[in-house]
C-alpha cells in the first residue's frame, strides 16, 4: 500500500517553514525520509523507527506517530538548497520500501 | 570510490528492442532493488534481489527480467512486451545489517523511440 503524502507541492520564501505529511494504512515499522533534486538520484536524509525517533540533519527533522502510522518531516528556516522532491517511504518488518508519490518543494529568494 | 554505478546515464532504442541497464555496487550490500519514476508517479517497485541468485517481483515485473549472479551485479533488461518503457530506472542497494537504509545509484533515463 502506497502511503500519502500532503501536500502535494508548497512553495516557501527563503526563512520559511514547512510541513509534509506522509501516512500508511498499514502499520509501518520504518520511515525513510529523502529528497530528490530534478534529474537526480534520491538521497537519504533520514528514518524513524518504530519506538524511536532519528534527527538527521540539523535544520530538517521529523516525528513518527506509530498509532496514527504517520510520519511529518519539519523544515526550518528554508534554504534554496532545500528545493527538491521529498519522498517518504515505508515498509513492515523485512520487506522492500514502498514510496508516496512526493511533495514538491520550491523555495524561493 | 565505493558506490552504485548505473550505466549508461542516457539510453535510446527503438521500439521492439530489449534493451539491458546496468547497475553495479561495492558497498558489500546484500539486498539490490530496480524502481521505475515516472512523473508524478514516485518511485515504484520492478524486482529485488535480498542474495546472490535469488530475485522477486515488485509491484510493476511485466515487461522486465533480471538476474543476480553476482552479488555486486544486478542487471535489469527492458522487454518489448513492456508497453511504455521510457522512464527514470533508479537502482538500490542495502545491507542486510544495520537500519534498513536503501542507497540510490544516479539512474538511467531510458528514452524508447
Known amino acids: 500500500q502506497q502511503p500519502v503524502q500532503s501536500p502535494q507541492a508548497v512553495i516557501l520564501r527563503e526563512g520559511e517553514d514547512a510541513v509534509i505529511n506522509c501516512s500508511s494504512s498499514k502499520a509501518l515499522y520504518s520511515v525513510h525520509w529523502y529528497r530528490q533534486k530534478h534529474g537526480e538520484a534520491p538521497v537519504f536524509l533520514m528514518i524513524?523507527?518504530?519506538?524511536?525517533e532519528q534527527k538527521g540533519h540539523e535544520k530538517i527533522s521529523a516525528s513518527f506517530n506509530e498509532k496514527k502510522q504517520q510520519s511529518s518531516l519539519y523544515l526550518t528556516a528554508s534554504q534554496l538548497s532545500y528545493s527538491g522532491t521529498y519522498f517518504c517511504?515505508?515498509?513492515?518488518?523485512?520487506?522492500?520500501?514502498?514510496f508516496g508519490k512526493g511533495t514538491r518543494l520550491s523555495v524561493i529568494a | 570510490d565505493g558506490g552504485i554505478t548505473q550505466s549508461p546515464k542516457y539510453l535510446f532504442r527503438k521500439e521492439g528492442q530489449n534493451v539491458t541497464l546496468s547497475c553495479e555496487q561495492n558497498?558489500?550490500?546484500?539486498?539490490m532493488y530496480w524502481y521505475r519514476q515516472d512523473p508524478g508517479q514516485g518511485l515504484r517497485l520492478i524486482y529485488y534481489?535480498?542474495?546472490?541468485?535469488?530475485?522477486q517481483k515488485g509491484d510493476i515485473a511485466e515487461g522486465y527480467s533480471v538476474s543476480r549472479e553476482k552479488k555486486e551485479s544486478f542487471p535489469l533488461t527492458v522487454t518489448s512486451a513492456q508497453k511504455n518503457p521510457t522512464a527514470f530506472y533508479l537502482c538500490a542497494t542495502k545491507s542486510s545489517g544495520g537500519t534498513d537504509t536503501q542507497y540510490f545509484g544516479p539512474g538511467t533515463r531510458l528514452t524508447v523511440l
Open positions: 524513524l523507527l518504530k519506538g524511536g
Open positions: 558497498l558489500n550490500h546484500d539486498a
Open positions: 517511504g515505508s515498509n513492515s518488518g523485512n520487506t522492500p520500501l514502498v
Open positions: 534481489s535480498q542474495i546472490v541468485n535469488d530475485f
